[in-house]
């Protein structure tokens, strides 16, 4: 079926590094990419999303690149904070019978940023 | 405020009774989806709904129903729950599809 690979599980920085996590998929139709952030005992909120025509976008101190040919998409955090720390997953809309409305997450990366 | 409300917060019941878990939005969005999230799987779509009426399966629609009646409520059905349905689930809305979503606080149901 379709699938989308998270990496790594875990990753650990210093305070003021940055972090990059890498997401690919399958499906070559694939059009929306968003990337959640949920803080322990929290609901997941979206921090950033692409779209298949754009292929890099930045929000302050996130960005999320896509390679389409590649099949992969990643997010980017500079300057990390002890607030950074959280479990980060990615996205991508999935094809179904000529619907897009599905959504298959990665199955999660959590940054620990410290002090 | 601009919220999405589930119903209840927690649940603990047995094998094979019927149970509902409501998930209620009053930000008019078209766009309503349930997940599961369980440790290591990250989050799992159930159903998903387009609009009124329009429902369509997730990645993990076996055991589950849902309903969309009204464009604000999208209620999520185990006929006959089962101990693997043990999980914290999760409604969410958006506008459109293709858009943020806005996750409920979390349901999490234990089946005995």
């Known amino acids: 079926g379709e699938n989308v690979e998270q990496h790594p599980s875990t990753l650990s920085v210093q305070e003021g590094d940055s972090a990059v996590i890498k997401c690919t998929y399958s499906?070559?139709?694939?059009?929306?990419f968003p990337w959640y952030k949920q803080e322990l005992g929290k609901r997941p909120q979206l921090i950033i999303d692409i779209r298949s025509n754009v292929g890099e976008k930045k929000d302050q101190r996130i960005a999320v690149t896509l390679n389409k040919t590649a099949k992969h998409f990643s997010l980017h955090i500079t300057e990390t904070q002890p607030e950074d720390s959280a479990v980060y997953f990615c996205?991508?809309?999935?094809?179904?019978?000529?619907?897009?409305?599905?959504?298959?997450f990665g199955k999660g990366t959590k940054l620990s940023v410290k002090p | 405020e601009a919220q999405v409300t589930q119903n209840p917060r927690y649940l603990i019941t047995v094998t094979g009774k019927k149970l509902t878990v409501t998930c209620s939005q009053n930000?008019?969005?078209?766009?309503m989806s349930w997940y599961r999230q369980d440790p290591g799987l990250g989050l799992r779509q159930i159903y998903y709904s387009m609009n009124v009426e329009v429902t369509d399966k997730g990645d993990v629609p076996e055991g589950y129903k849902v309903s969309r009646k009204e464009k604000r409520n999208f209620p999520l059905i185990l006929e006959s729950p089962s101990p693997n349905q043990t999980s914290l689930y999760f409604c969410?809305?958006?506008?459109?599809?293709?858009?943020?979503?806005?996750f409920g606080p979390g349901t999490r149901l234990t089946v005995l």
């Open positions: 930000m008019n969005h078209e766009y």
């Open positions: 969410a809305s958006s506008l459109f599809q293709h858009n943020e979503q806005f």
């Open positions: 499906d070559s139709a694939s059009n929306y």
């Open positions: 996205a991508a809309s999935i094809r179904y019978g000529g619907s897009q409305g599905n959504l298959i």
